[in-house]
């Protein structure tokens, strides 16, 4: 594989080894020529995927764009980075297996909402804010209304109301 820092046509693979439960060959590899190090990935494709934008224009479909548009909404999220590799594998698996090549954006964006919802709500409302174009405040108050979004089921909720004992001797 090239080099993405210095072009040098070939670089040495250094480390391989399975990730995210052996759906993934990830290898660390070094340029000869510039000493760079990077890490490529290998996964499973079962079928090539096409975008079809509301525009009607089609791209091919591509896991890091994916990804980056998930990545805006988690940022300073408490979330591990594992748990997010494993929502894009499963978004990407469901895409690839749904029989069609052709994919609406809407869809893609549809099954990322999904996914998020269960994970984080800030990421999810961050999500929504982009996808549905969101422009004023009453649009985010509007979406967190009709979700049903308390905002406290984020996993952060760690009042913890044991008490000390006192109260459950009361004699009458
Ligand atoms: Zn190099």
């Known amino acids: 594989m090239r080099c993405p820092f210095c072009g040098n046509p070939d670089t040495q693979v250094k480390d391989s080894r399975p990730a995210e439960d052996g759906n993934v060959i990830r290898r660390r590899r070094q340029c000869p020529s510039c000493s ?6 290998e996964r499973v494709q079962l079928r090539e995927l096409t ?6 224009r089609r791209v091919p479909f591509a896991r890091e764009k994916l990804n ?4 805006l909404s988690i940022q300073k999220r408490n979330i591990e980075p594992d748990r997010i590799e494993q929502m894009i594998s499963g978004i990407v698996r469901r895409l690839e297996s749904s029989g069609e090549s052709d994919i609406p954006s809407d869809r893609v964006g549809e099954l990322v909402m999904d996914a998020l919802k269960n994970l984080d709500t800030v990421a ?4 929504a804010s982009v996808y549905k174009d ?4 009453e649009d985010f108050r509007e979406f967190i209304k009709d979700e049903h979004l308390s905002g406290d089921n984020s996993g952060d909720s ?5 008490g000390d004992g006192e109260g459950e001797a009361r004699d009458r």
């Not at 969101?134 to 405040?137: D, P």
């Not at 760690?158 to 044991?162: A, E, G, L, Q």
């Open 36 to 41: 760079a190090r990077f890490t490529t990935f």
């Open 51 to 56: 975008v079809v934008k509301t525009s009607g």
């Open 68 to 71: 980056r548009s998930i990545q």
């Open 124 to 127: 999810y409302v961050r999500y």
């Open 134 to 137: 969101f422009h004023k405040v």
């Open 158 to 162: 760690n009042t913890d109301v044991h």
